[in-house]
């Protein structure tokens, strides 16, 4: 085969290889602006503003926390910011109601009460007492509930955002490798058209071992 014909073939595989690699970067790079411009704008529709300075540093248990204070008074807009107030400033607070206990461990709890309630006769004292512990249940519960669902919809956004980041990440890769095979493709047609028509590939190296079979008989 003449070299010239092995030199483009090759150029023309890795230019076809250049343009799939293009063509993944912009698909990549579309889902990763898709993904930056939806989680920032379902945030802003939420209207969250991180506390201030003072009010971060107020609290014990969110004093001193490194996003909180990098954000304070900053609206939400970005994956970063609701992961940082989410585990940051609404899990801590979480962890406060009923001992820390989620909204299922809760449900045991009122089930356990409301069965208490219901085992005493009419008019027992101790229904009272009952009761308000059950009414402070409902109430812990109901707020864990809101928290938890906020927390778990905010982490959302944050990994929807995480892929987006991926994406934009696997963009930049598929741009340089791209980029690389265009030019390796360039050199390759380059090489080709200066090559002779007439030129074999590994001609001299055939000619060099038939020079030596013949040295050896």
Not at 28 to 52: G, M
Not at 104 to 114: C, K, P, S
Not at 137 to 166: H, I, M, P, Q
Request: with cysteine; hydrophobic share 45%; glycine share 12%.
């Amino acid at each position: 085969m003449k070299r010239r014909t092995i030199d483009l073939v090759v150029s023309a595989g890795g230019l076809l290889l250049a343009v799939i690699l293009l063509v993944g970067g912009l698909v990549f790079t579309s889902n990763a602006n898709f993904a930056k411009t939806y989680v920032r704008d379902q945030l802003s529709q939420q209207k969250i503003t991180f506390p201030t300075v003072e009010a971060i540093n107020a609290n014990p248990e969110t004093a001193g926390t490194p996003c909180l204070l990098a954000n304070a008074g900053q609206p939400m807009t970005t994956g970063k910011q609701a992961e940082c107030y989410a585990n940051n400033f609404i899990g801590v607070h979480l962890k406060g109601i009923a001992d820390g206990k989620t909204y299922a461990e809760l449900g045991d709890v009122q089930t356990d009460l409301r069965n208490q309630i219901a085992a005493l006769p009419a008019g027992d004292p101790r229904i009272a007492g009952l009761q308000d512990q059950l009414n402070t249940v409902n109430t812990e519960r109901d707020t864990v509930f809101k928290g938890e669902t906020l927390r778990g919809l905010l982490l959302t956004s944050y990994g929807f955002s995480e892929l987006g980041a991926k994406a934009a990440l696997g963009a930049t890769v598929a741009y340089i490798g791209s980029g690389l095979l265009f030019l390796l493709a360039a050199l390759g047609f380059w090489h080709g058209w200066r090559t002779p028509q007439t030129q074999a590939f590994a001609a001299v190296e055939a000619a060099g071992r038939r020079e030596r079979a013949g040295a050896n008989a």
